[in-house]
Structures are given as C-alpha cells and as structure tokens.
C-alpha cells in the first residue's frame, strides 16, 4: 500500500476540498404574472401565484 512521504499541508488539503464545497449558483426565473425574480418551483412572493392560480392572498 502506498504511504505518503510528506505531510500534506493544510492549504493544499482545503485546496483539493475547496472544489467539492462550493455552492451551487441560485437559479432565479421570472414570474409570468408580475414579471418579478422568484425561485422556480414555488409560490411568488409578490403576487401568491404558482403555475398561473392564486394560492396566496397578499396584501
């Protein structure tokens, strides 16, 4: 079995995980009722609509 010859150091550790960690970018989609950012998949915050029915009263 295969034995390191150095100890690895701590920044070339977190190097190697850093790809593994990294979050992924936010997908934001356009509400087609008011046109405002929302996150897909779910209720706009501005308008209550969610696949073109009301679900939510805002006032």
Not at 15 to 20: L, N, T, V
Not at 23 to 40: F, G
Not at 41 to 53: A, F, L, P, Q, T
Request: glycine share 2%; with cysteine.
């Amino acid at each position: 079995m295969a034995v390191p010859k150095r100890k690895t150091s701590k920044a070339r550790r977190d190097k190697r995980r850093a790809s593994s960690y990294k979050l992924r970018k936010v997908t934001i989609s356009e509400c087609p009722q008011c046109h405002e950012p929302k996150l897909p998949h779910r209720v706009c915050r501005s308008c209550g609509y969610y696949k073109n029915k009301e679900v939510m009263e805002i006032e």
